[in-house]
């Protein structure tokens, strides 16, 4: 029965060739009550089910097919590549501001370059190459940013003036632009076909494809996939994956322990044409005009055109259960304004005559990035989904990664940015994401520039302060939901609209950030730091310990009231987790970590603690306000509000204890200040916060006490070469990389996770290392300022790039923290990086193709220290070295 | 240069104006809502007139435009004077002489109309008594000619016409020991008006039409669709019957002499009007009220100046024809306008923009391609109209802002033309009148509902 399908598969004609089949397929119920033989009984179980036949179903069933694995089950409700997929414009375009896009899109491109070859099945693949346009200045900025990181991983491109525009391209109108992005080896493709041959090669090596089957919910025991119902009956299997497209949300919500997949889809319009007179010739490359919202491209000798408008049409909101996209309504009036640009970019299209206007809705997700990735509540339940319109661009690269994480338990590239746990419940309501994909669908075009903020679904989850804070001039960011304060407005200081002030250079807020340093420097500042994830572990005897012992790297076998930094890693010694630990007494530990753990952390202990009832888990972020109290008055104002002395011989750092502030008892306070600025953490129970704040703010205004917000706390952790989790730190990275083995107790006692990992790169030796870069001849004021991913060239060579970046207003010097490679001069193989080769070289870094010299430290400016606490441990990377 | 958006506005209602008919008890118990009016200058200062008044002593509203030539003099005493003979000529015996007794006993008068006014519209003090002597004059022969019979609408209507006419040129000839008003009387004379006026009362509609302003019906049919009904003749060399009418009243030796160049006489434009005694005096008459006139008047060629071929005075008469029309529940609104209007637009074009703009109808049909042939400019072509209409529809809240705002920026696709719409409103004044003419337009809006009502009565 395979061979039989892979010939339908193989030939493009085959539903016109094949009625008989179709037939059967169409009616699977009335075919099994007839004597005819069902072509294709589902097994009934396998290793492997996939949920869906378009570009993302096909591709992981190809790539895990290829890995070797055997027992693969594709299941489409309709036919193969009959949703988005079939209606998917066809451009596979590698100019992606977001790394890991970009090699998704790099690696798509190699992979359906050479399918045709591999499968037989034409794919219509043509390298035409593609040209994003600039109508202003910031928008050429944001390409030379791209044009950098391609430049960088290999990828062809230019930047080029409006005149070789019309070279390239004769038929567009340059009088408005200010230059372009050439990416000349970016293709065009049919995307229903890349489907096909996909299909044609996964089922080449094996995978069983079955169209018109429904799943109906998939089983989950005890935290794990079983199987999925279909409607033509039960099939077993150890992991599932949703390839659903815009019905994942749906099916993850279909069975009784629901998945969440936050996407939603809204429609999207491209417009098809008649051929040119003289037929446009099928290698013209693809226009992208993101500040005119459209993209062009030739098809069948005329046009292909669509875009991103203003104002997106979200639907299915509630859901539909269509079998297949049906063709949706064309909106002209919708489309007008688009329209109205394409002609501006190519007047001469004007006679063309309009042959279709395509209504196919995508799905899009709450921060623009596609969804992958294992579901933090349902071991062997991946996702594969919400592509944001650009499917067939990541579908190569998103497959492989996705195959790679079943198969080997971790896909080979950090995709925490694309990571199903990255979400959790609260960005699953419905009104939510069809508020939040009408502001995400523009911004696939609008200009992406540092420090945005999403202004949809906001004011979720929120401190008892905000209303507090706010009234003061509060002005805010969300991170998972939670409100956090950027900084504070001064009375009578009007910042820029929100439009306005989107820049690349020196933003508006310079000057009120430096007033927050400063008084964290000479004062004290509080800030309000809630929204950080925080679990209690506990346990009737030493299982907390000892668990605690195995899952982090550091000995949290300290004395009680101590907090310790540790690493969680996994087997290669990477970091899942960066986090700070207390061990409140000795079968309790209050763990601190970055906002955005909440459910990967949560998932991953929860994965990797024993199943014992005395051993508790639990997420007490919810039961706390945290405020950060920073500066060197910190101290003078605790101990006044608590009467306990509060100086270093009674309260070193790194220490933890319950005390009273104010009337309040309980108040967990710890002397650590994620910033390497002396000062204390207060954790207060949520109905003292508003008592405890107004305590702190009256007795502390004799010592000039402030409001902050994190970009002052950014600013001071960058200059001390403090590295964070999700910005700095990832799953492969170490902390032998990142100046830390000092966080790392290898004779700890007993094994842990990523021991044998690190043991082996102390030894031999790392392959990156985290180093700090002073910008030297940058101009804060007129030059572009540096954000995160820029490239950076160690004697003019290209050694790896930046991870977050930020101005020090002591220094008077922007720093960047960044990884550095060495790479074989020869071979471009990967050597070991050694601390003189880092001081060994001169450096510079490529800001939107501009370079700037800059010195490399690996360790912080002792100069910046002006307090030193516990000799042993002291809160900082590496710096015990001095 | 071009005029922004915001600055296109507020030249375009700088003359609107709205009424709404007084509900009374939570209901209009009128066959009128209420009307849009406003005017646009082409001229400086612009030439035409409007007016809007209610009658107090009997039923019914009247409106009227007026579109004046050489001048705005005679537009002015129009407009002012011809709502009072038309309301004086409709009230009954007993009414009139309750008035004439208020008078000659110094008491108040009666109020007989009230006026709806643009703060523009304004009305000459200095002429107030010369006129209200005048109009006491024609009421006191009306006393004494007291028939005894129910006033008919129409005749009224002529009469009022008529006697209007006739009183200015008696004006003119006595003249004015005052010598403002003796100027100001024959300013009037000698320069001339068109003039449309509605008489709406219940179901009955009357048009008094003297000259080439227009009045014409919007009715809704069935499918929703809009289509106009005329309820006037022009009074122009256009109009057969007119044509026939003047040559009628003259010796077949003038014939030829008498229309040229779709003029009267080679001058006149329309074949009706107040004024232009130039028109309608003896050449003697003529001769002698300019030379015993003031040294202005002397200096004016214009009015030195006798119309060539001037064998068999008058040429010309104020007599309006009117046309009675009962409304029906699908007579939605009416629409009086002078010529700027009518030269741009088709009555056909009016009724729908009015139509769509009163119900409102913004929601459309969506497009489909379908198995057409449209090419992508076509279809942009299509996609911004369909944007204007409904832009400007928002924009405006008058429907005769609404109207004018086509009249001067359709494009060739009959839609708004921001860009045209620019150039026309700035025009210097010298070019503006090459361009375009005054417009002046009244949009009176029916009440079906109580149309229906009469109308079930009978």
Redesign the interface.
């Given at each position: 029965a395979a061979g039989m399908f892979l010939r339908l598969l193989s030939d493009i004609q085959w539903r016109a060739a094949h009625p008989r089949w179709r037939r059967m397929a169409g009616s699977p119920r009335s075919s099994s009550t007839t004597a005819e033989p069902r072509p294709l009984a589902l097994p009934a179980q396998a290793q492997v089910v996939i949920c869906g036949g378009g570009i993302m179903g096909t591709s992981v069933a190809y790539h895990l097919s290829k890995m070797g694995l055997k027992d693969i089950v594709l299941l489409e409700q309709g036919r193969l590549a009959a949703g988005t997929t079939r209606f998917c414009a066809g451009i596979v375009s590698t100019a992606r501001p977001v790394s890991i896009e970009l090699k998704m899109a790099h690696y798509s491109n190699k992979l359906y370059q050479q399918l045709e070859q591999e499968t037989g099945v034409q794919t219509g693949y043509t390298k035409t190459g593609s040209i994003s346009l600039a109508q202003t200045q910031d928008r050429l900025i944001s390409l030379k940013r791209i044009a950098s990181s391609l430049n960088v991983m290999g990828i062809p491109c230019e930047i080029i003036s409006p005149k070789k525009v019309l070279q390239l391209h004769p038929l567009i109108n340059i009088h408005d632009l200010v230059g372009a992005l050439y990416v000349p080896e970016d293709a065009l493709v049919s995307s229903a076909n890349v489907s096909l041959a996909l299909a044609t090669a996964a089922s080449r090596n094996g995978v069983q494809i079955h169209e018109r089957t429904s799943v109906s919910h998939v089983t989950i025991q005890k935290g794990r996939v079983t199987g999925v119902e279909t409607d033509r009956g039960r099939v077993q299997c150890e992991y599932f994956v949703n390839c659903a497209g815009q019905w994942a949300y749906e099916l993850g919500h279909s069975g009784e322990e629901p998945v969440h997949i936050p996407l939603h889809a809204c429609e999207h319009f491209y417009?098809l044409?008649h051929p040119l007179q003289e037929p446009l010739s099928s290698s013209l490359p693809t226009i992208v005009d993101p500040d005119g919202r459209i993209y062009i491209r030739n098809w069948q000798g005329g046009i292909l055109s669509g875009g991103f408008e203003k104002n997106p049409k979200p639907l299915f909101t509630e859901g539909r259960n269509q079998l297949e996209i049906q063709n949706l309504?064309?909106?002209?009036?919708h489309?007008?304004p688009l329209?109205?640009a394409?002609?501006r970019r190519m007047p001469a299209?004007?006679?063309?005559?309009?042959m279709?206007?395509v209504n196919c809705p995508e799905s899009f997700t709450p921060d623009m990035r596609c969804i992958m990735g294992e579901s933090p509540t349902a071991r062997g339940y991946f996702v594969l989904a919400g592509m944001n319109s650009a499917g067939i661009s990541y579908g190569g690269g998103a497959g492989k990664y996705l195959a790679e994480w079943i198969v080997n338990g971790y896909p080979s590239e950090n995709v925490w940015p694309l990571d199903l746990k990255r979400f959790g419940t609260l960005q699953s309501s419905r009104t939510f994401l069809r508020h939040r994909v009408m502001e995400v669908m523009p911004l696939m075009y609008d200009l992406k520039v540092p420090r945005w903020d999403f202004q949809t679904g906001r004011q979720l989850r929120t401190s008892p302060l905000y209303d507090r804070l706010d009234a003061q001039g509060a002005r805010w960011m969300e991170k998972h939901g939670f409100e956090r304060v950027k900084y504070f407005v001064p009375p009578g200081n009007d910042l820029l609209d929100l439009d306005h002030s989107k820049t690349f250079y020196k933003p508006d807020w310079f000057d009120i950030v430096g007033s927050e340093v400063k008084c964290c420097k000479e004062a004290v500042c509080v800030i309000d730091m809630s929204s950080f994830t925080k679990f209690e572990i506990s346990s009737t005897g030493d299982q907390a310990l000892e668990s605690l012992q195995y899952l982090f790297s550091n000995d949290l076998d300290v004395p009680v009231g101590h907090v310790v930094h540790t690493g969680m890693l996994n087997e290669k010694g990477g970091y899942e987790n960066d986090c700070s630990i207390a061990r409140l007494s000795k079968r309790s530990f209050f763990m601190i970590s970055p906002t955005d753990q909440q459910v990967h952390c949560w998932a991953w202990l929860k994965n990797r603690l024993p199943d014992d009832s005395n051993l508790v888990l639990e997420d007490v972020t919810w039961k706390y306000t945290a405020l950060n109290l920073i500066g060197p008055r910190a101290v003078d104002v605790l101990s006044e509000l608590s009467y306990a002395p509060m100086t270093a011989e009674h309260f070193p750092s790194l220490f933890c204890k319950e005390m009273s502030v104010g009337y309040a008892n309980g108040i967990r306070v710890m002397s650590i200040t994620h910033t390497g600025e002396p000062g204390f953490v207060l954790y207060i129970p949520i109905e003292y916060a508003l008592h405890v704040y107004n305590e702190v703010m009256n007795m502390g205004q004799k010592y000039g006490i402030r409001n902050a917000g994190y970009y002052a706390l950014r600013s001071l952790r960058i200059e001390k070469f403090f590295a964070f989790w999700g910005q700095d730190l990832d799953a492969f990275t170490t902390p032998m990389e990142c100046g830390r083995e000092f966080q790392v107790k290898l004779d700890k006692g007993m094994e842990f996770l990523g021991q044998e990992a690190l043991l082996e790169q102390k030894q031999n030796g790392v392959y990156k290392r985290f180093t700090m870069f002073i910008l030297e001849d940058h101009d804060t004021d007129m030059d572009l300022w540096p954000w995160w991913g820029e490239p950076i060239f160690r004697n003019g060579r290209y050694v790896g790039k930046t991870t977050s970046s930020a101005y020090s207003y002591t220094l008077e010097r922007h720093v960047c923290l960044g990884f550095v490679h060495h790479f074989d001069e020869k071979t471009g193989e990967e050597l070991v990086v050694t601390t003189d080769f880092i001081n060994q070289g001169e450096y510079e870094i490529d800001i939107a193709g501009q370079r700037f010299q800059a010195k490399a430290k690996l360790y912080p400016f002792s100069s910046l220290f002006t307090q030193r606490r516990r000799k042993d441990e002291v809160e900082l990377s590496g710096y015990q070295r001095e | 240069f071009y005029l922004t958006p915001p600055q296109v506005n507020s030249i375009l209602k700088a003359n609107e104006y709205s009424f709404k008919v007084p509900e009374f008890d939570g209901k209009n118990v009128s066959s009128i809502l209420g009307f849009d009016s406003n005017q646009l200058p082409a001229n400086a200062p612009i030439e035409d007139r409007r007016s809007a008044a209610t009658c107090l002593q009997t039923r019914g509203m009247l409106l009227g435009v007026f579109d004046g030539h050489a001048g705005c003099a005679c537009a002015q005493a129009v407009s002012e004077r011809l709502f009072y003979y038309i309301a004086v000529s409709l009230l009954p015996h007993e009414t009139l002489l309750e008035i004439e007794n208020a008078v000659e006993s110094g008491r108040a008068l009666l109020p007989i109309l009230q006026w709806h006014k643009h703060p523009n519209d304004y009305f000459s003090k200095e002429a107030s008594k010369l006129y209200f002597n005048s109009l006491r004059t024609y009421w006191q022969e009306l006393i004494d000619l007291n028939s005894g019979e129910t006033t008919d609408v129409r005749e009224a209507l002529i009469n009022a016409f008529k006697r209007l006419d006739n009183d200015i040129s008696l004006e003119a000839q006595v003249g004015d020991p005052n010598s403002f008003l003796n100027y100001l009387v024959l300013r009037v004379a000698f320069s001339g008006a068109t003039a449309c006026v509605a008489h709406v009362d219940g179901v009955d509609l009357h048009i008094a039409n003297t000259g080439d302003s227009r009045a014409m019906l919007g009715v809704q049919e069935e499918d929703g669709s809009w289509s106009a009904v005329s309820l006037s003749y022009d009074h122009n060399a256009q109009n057969e019957n007119e044509v026939e009418r003047v040559k009628m009243e003259h010796p077949k030796s003038e014939e030829k002499s008498l229309v040229k160049q779709d003029r009267l006489l080679g001058l006149l434009m329309p074949f009706r009007a107040f004024g232009d005694v130039k028109f309608k005096w003896s050449i003697e008459l003529q001769k002698r009220v300019v030379e015993s006139g003031p040294d202005q008047l002397n200096d004016n060629e214009y009015t030195k100046f006798i119309p060539p071929n001037y064998h068999t005075p008058p040429y010309l008469t104020a007599e309006p024809e009117v046309i009675h029309h009962k409304l029906r529940p699908q007579d939605k609104f009416l629409v009086l306008a002078t010529d700027g209007l009518w030269e741009t637009m088709h009555r056909q074009d009016v009724a729908r923009i009015v139509g769509e703009y009163l119900t409102g109808v913004h929601h459309?049909q969506?497009?489909?391609?379908g198995g057409y042939?449209?090419?992508?400019?076509q279809?942009?072509g299509?996609?911004?109209e369909?944007?204007a209409r409904i832009s400007s529809v928002f924009e405006d809240q008058n429907a005769a802002t609404h109207l004018i705002r086509h009249a001067v920026g359709n494009n060739e696709f009959g839609t708004v033309d921001h860009e045209r719409l620019s150039k026309m409103l700035s025009l210097p004044e010298e070019l503006a009148r090459m361009y375009r003419d005054d417009i002046t337009i009244i949009v009176v809006q029916f009440n079906s509902h109580v149309i229906g009502a009469y109308q079930n009565e009978e």
């Amino acid at each position: 029965a395979a061979g039989m399908f892979l010939r339908l598969l193989s030939d493009i004609q085959w539903r016109a060739a094949h009625p008989r089949w179709r037939r059967m397929a169409g009616s699977p119920r009335s075919s099994s009550t007839t004597a005819e033989p069902r072509p294709l009984a589902l097994p009934a179980q396998a290793q492997v089910v996939i949920c869906g036949g378009g570009i993302m179903g096909t591709s992981v069933a190809y790539h895990l097919s290829k890995m070797g694995l055997k027992d693969i089950v594709l299941l489409e409700q309709g036919r193969l590549a009959a949703g988005t997929t079939r209606f998917c414009a066809g451009i596979v375009s590698t100019a992606r501001p977001v790394s890991i896009e970009l090699k998704m899109a790099h690696y798509s491109n190699k992979l359906y370059q050479q399918l045709e070859q591999e499968t037989g099945v034409q794919t219509g693949y043509t390298k035409t190459g593609s040209i994003s346009l600039a109508q202003t200045q910031d928008r050429l900025i944001s390409l030379k940013r791209i044009a950098s990181s391609l430049n960088v991983m290999g990828i062809p491109c230019e930047i080029i003036s409006p005149k070789k525009v019309l070279q390239l391209h004769p038929l567009i109108n340059i009088h408005d632009l200010v230059g372009a992005l050439y990416v000349p080896e970016d293709a065009l493709v049919s995307s229903a076909n890349v489907s096909l041959a996909l299909a044609t090669a996964a089922s080449r090596n094996g995978v069983q494809i079955h169209e018109r089957t429904s799943v109906s919910h998939v089983t989950i025991q005890k935290g794990r996939v079983t199987g999925v119902e279909t409607d033509r009956g039960r099939v077993q299997c150890e992991y599932f994956v949703n390839c659903a497209g815009q019905w994942a949300y749906e099916l993850g919500h279909s069975g009784e322990e629901p998945v969440h997949i936050p996407l939603h889809a809204c429609e999207h319009f491209y417009l098809l044409t008649h051929p040119l007179q003289e037929p446009l010739s099928s290698s013209l490359p693809t226009i992208v005009d993101p500040d005119g919202r459209i993209y062009i491209r030739n098809w069948q000798g005329g046009i292909l055109s669509g875009g991103f408008e203003k104002n997106p049409k979200p639907l299915f909101t509630e859901g539909r259960n269509q079998l297949e996209i049906q063709n949706l309504q064309e909106d002209w009036d919708h489309f007008g304004p688009l329209l109205g640009a394409l002609l501006r970019r190519m007047p001469a299209v004007e006679a063309l005559q309009i042959m279709q206007l395509v209504n196919c809705p995508e799905s899009f997700t709450p921060d623009m990035r596609c969804i992958m990735g294992e579901s933090p509540t349902a071991r062997g339940y991946f996702v594969l989904a919400g592509m944001n319109s650009a499917g067939i661009s990541y579908g190569g690269g998103a497959g492989k990664y996705l195959a790679e994480w079943i198969v080997n338990g971790y896909p080979s590239e950090n995709v925490w940015p694309l990571d199903l746990k990255r979400f959790g419940t609260l960005q699953s309501s419905r009104t939510f994401l069809r508020h939040r994909v009408m502001e995400v669908m523009p911004l696939m075009y609008d200009l992406k520039v540092p420090r945005w903020d999403f202004q949809t679904g906001r004011q979720l989850r929120t401190s008892p302060l905000y209303d507090r804070l706010d009234a003061q001039g509060a002005r805010w960011m969300e991170k998972h939901g939670f409100e956090r304060v950027k900084y504070f407005v001064p009375p009578g200081n009007d910042l820029l609209d929100l439009d306005h002030s989107k820049t690349f250079y020196k933003p508006d807020w310079f000057d009120i950030v430096g007033s927050e340093v400063k008084c964290c420097k000479e004062a004290v500042c509080v800030i309000d730091m809630s929204s950080f994830t925080k679990f209690e572990i506990s346990s009737t005897g030493d299982q907390a310990l000892e668990s605690l012992q195995y899952l982090f790297s550091n000995d949290l076998d300290v004395p009680v009231g101590h907090v310790v930094h540790t690493g969680m890693l996994n087997e290669k010694g990477g970091y899942e987790n960066d986090c700070s630990i207390a061990r409140l007494s000795k079968r309790s530990f209050f763990m601190i970590s970055p906002t955005d753990q909440q459910v990967h952390c949560w998932a991953w202990l929860k994965n990797r603690l024993p199943d014992d009832s005395n051993l508790v888990l639990e997420d007490v972020t919810w039961k706390y306000t945290a405020l950060n109290l920073i500066g060197p008055r910190a101290v003078d104002v605790l101990s006044e509000l608590s009467y306990a002395p509060m100086t270093a011989e009674h309260f070193p750092s790194l220490f933890c204890k319950e005390m009273s502030v104010g009337y309040a008892n309980g108040i967990r306070v710890m002397s650590i200040t994620h910033t390497g600025e002396p000062g204390f953490v207060l954790y207060i129970p949520i109905e003292y916060a508003l008592h405890v704040y107004n305590e702190v703010m009256n007795m502390g205004q004799k010592y000039g006490i402030r409001n902050a917000g994190y970009y002052a706390l950014r600013s001071l952790r960058i200059e001390k070469f403090f590295a964070f989790w999700g910005q700095d730190l990832d799953a492969f990275t170490t902390p032998m990389e990142c100046g830390r083995e000092f966080q790392v107790k290898l004779d700890k006692g007993m094994e842990f996770l990523g021991q044998e990992a690190l043991l082996e790169q102390k030894q031999n030796g790392v392959y990156k290392r985290f180093t700090m870069f002073i910008l030297e001849d940058h101009d804060t004021d007129m030059d572009l300022w540096p954000w995160w991913g820029e490239p950076i060239f160690r004697n003019g060579r290209y050694v790896g790039k930046t991870t977050s970046s930020a101005y020090s207003y002591t220094l008077e010097r922007h720093v960047c923290l960044g990884f550095v490679h060495h790479f074989d001069e020869k071979t471009g193989e990967e050597l070991v990086v050694t601390t003189d080769f880092i001081n060994q070289g001169e450096y510079e870094i490529d800001i939107a193709g501009q370079r700037f010299q800059a010195k490399a430290k690996l360790y912080p400016f002792s100069s910046l220290f002006t307090q030193r606490r516990r000799k042993d441990e002291v809160e900082l990377s590496g710096y015990q070295r001095e | 240069f071009y005029l922004t958006p915001p600055q296109v506005n507020s030249i375009l209602k700088a003359n609107e104006y709205s009424f709404k008919v007084p509900e009374f008890d939570g209901k209009n118990v009128s066959s009128i809502l209420g009307f849009d009016s406003n005017q646009l200058p082409a001229n400086a200062p612009i030439e035409d007139r409007r007016s809007a008044a209610t009658c107090l002593q009997t039923r019914g509203m009247l409106l009227g435009v007026f579109d004046g030539h050489a001048g705005c003099a005679c537009a002015q005493a129009v407009s002012e004077r011809l709502f009072y003979y038309i309301a004086v000529s409709l009230l009954p015996h007993e009414t009139l002489l309750e008035i004439e007794n208020a008078v000659e006993s110094g008491r108040a008068l009666l109020p007989i109309l009230q006026w709806h006014k643009h703060p523009n519209d304004y009305f000459s003090k200095e002429a107030s008594k010369l006129y209200f002597n005048s109009l006491r004059t024609y009421w006191q022969e009306l006393i004494d000619l007291n028939s005894g019979e129910t006033t008919d609408v129409r005749e009224a209507l002529i009469n009022a016409f008529k006697r209007l006419d006739n009183d200015i040129s008696l004006e003119a000839q006595v003249g004015d020991p005052n010598s403002f008003l003796n100027y100001l009387v024959l300013r009037v004379a000698f320069s001339g008006a068109t003039a449309c006026v509605a008489h709406v009362d219940g179901v009955d509609l009357h048009i008094a039409n003297t000259g080439d302003s227009r009045a014409m019906l919007g009715v809704q049919e069935e499918d929703g669709s809009w289509s106009a009904v005329s309820l006037s003749y022009d009074h122009n060399a256009q109009n057969e019957n007119e044509v026939e009418r003047v040559k009628m009243e003259h010796p077949k030796s003038e014939e030829k002499s008498l229309v040229k160049q779709d003029r009267l006489l080679g001058l006149l434009m329309p074949f009706r009007a107040f004024g232009d005694v130039k028109f309608k005096w003896s050449i003697e008459l003529q001769k002698r009220v300019v030379e015993s006139g003031p040294d202005q008047l002397n200096d004016n060629e214009y009015t030195k100046f006798i119309p060539p071929n001037y064998h068999t005075p008058p040429y010309l008469t104020a007599e309006p024809e009117v046309i009675h029309h009962k409304l029906r529940p699908q007579d939605k609104f009416l629409v009086l306008a002078t010529d700027g209007l009518w030269e741009t637009m088709h009555r056909q074009d009016v009724a729908r923009i009015v139509g769509e703009y009163l119900t409102g109808v913004h929601h459309q049909q969506p497009i489909a391609v379908g198995g057409y042939k449209v090419t992508l400019g076509q279809m942009h072509g299509l996609l911004t109209e369909r944007r204007a209409r409904i832009s400007s529809v928002f924009e405006d809240q008058n429907a005769a802002t609404h109207l004018i705002r086509h009249a001067v920026g359709n494009n060739e696709f009959g839609t708004v033309d921001h860009e045209r719409l620019s150039k026309m409103l700035s025009l210097p004044e010298e070019l503006a009148r090459m361009y375009r003419d005054d417009i002046t337009i009244i949009v009176v809006q029916f009440n079906s509902h109580v149309i229906g009502a009469y109308q079930n009565e009978e």
